[in-house]
């Protein structure tokens, strides 16, 4: 996949072996095939790993884990639960916003755009890492699972200790096998809102992560996400 390869140096070592796998090859060879046959791709090849791109390994401090990428027009930019600016907050996110005022009284954003987390060391993996436009799931099982999984054992193996936000019973199966006795795993419900009130909400994710990273010496999160500058607002949709 060199050429649609754009990820932080801190990554490629611990990767490379992922990107010489066999499943990986495939990925690649059935993305052309997609590519070539017209179908529209989402996110585009350079932001595919946009999430390891903003967030060095050595400077992941917190783990949120989604499943696929949005698969509407301009909404997906590799970062799970995040949309690009101008786009309207999708419900989830709407939720975790909730959730995120009633945990710490921060105000909710106007916007979805979440790479303010993502360069403080939250790493905003999506499972599935492409998807089709206007197909939810269309590109499960084509590799990228394999590949995730990786990512996340080479964070659970971390000697400094990781929050883990695992929302929903996908997170929590992905990222089953992480030590709790290094790192925090906070485990609920998912903040879609067909789920989010049957635990989600009033979970707490936000200052419990912050308090064990405190605890540890490695500096609480700010969850505030700023206003966007003029001419990053974008066209809503």
């Known amino acids: 996949m060199s050429d649609t390869i754009k990820l932080h140096e801190s990554w490629r070592a611990p990767l490379a072996d992922q990107f010489e796998a066999p499943h990986m090859q495939g990925l690649k060879n059935f993305l052309r095939a997609e590519k070539a046959a017209g179908k529209r791709i989402f996110p585009k090849g350079s932001e595919y790993f946009r999430a390891l791109d903003l967030t060095p390994l050595d400077q992941v401090k917190a ?8 698969h509407g027009e301009g909404q997906a930019h590799g ?4 949309v690009q600016p101008g786009v309207r907050t999708p419900p989830s996110l709407v939720n975790i916003y909730k959730e ?15 790479e303010h987390w993502a360069r403080q ?6 499972s599935v890492l492409t998807v089709e436009m206007g197909r939810a799931a269309s590109h499960q099982g084509k590799g990228w699972e394999l590949f995730t999984d990786a990512v996340v054992r080479i964070v659970a193996q971390k000697e400094e200790p990781v929050v883990f936000l ?8 992905k990222a089953g096998f992480v ?5 925090l795993v906070i485990k609920s419900a998912h903040p879609s809102p067909l789920s989010a009130h049957n635990g989600f909400l009033g ?3 936000f200052s419990r992560a912050n308090a064990f990273l405190e605890a540890k010496g490695r500096g609480a999160i700010d969850w505030a996400l700023p206003a966007l500058a003029v001419g990053q607002q974008g066209l809503s949709l």
Do not use: E, K, T
């Open 79 to 82: 970062l799970c639960f995040s």
């Open 63 to 70: 783990v949120i884990l989604g499943q696929d990428p949005y």
């Open 179 to 183: 030590d709790q006795s290094r790192h």
């Open 203 to 205: 979970s707490r994710p």
């Open 121 to 126: 060391g939250v790493l905003l993996l999506n």
């Open 100 to 114: 995120m005022q009633a945990d710490l009284g921060i105000a909710r954003a106007s916007h979805g755009f979440l």
């Open 166 to 173: 695992l929302w929903g019973a996908y997170a929590q199966r």
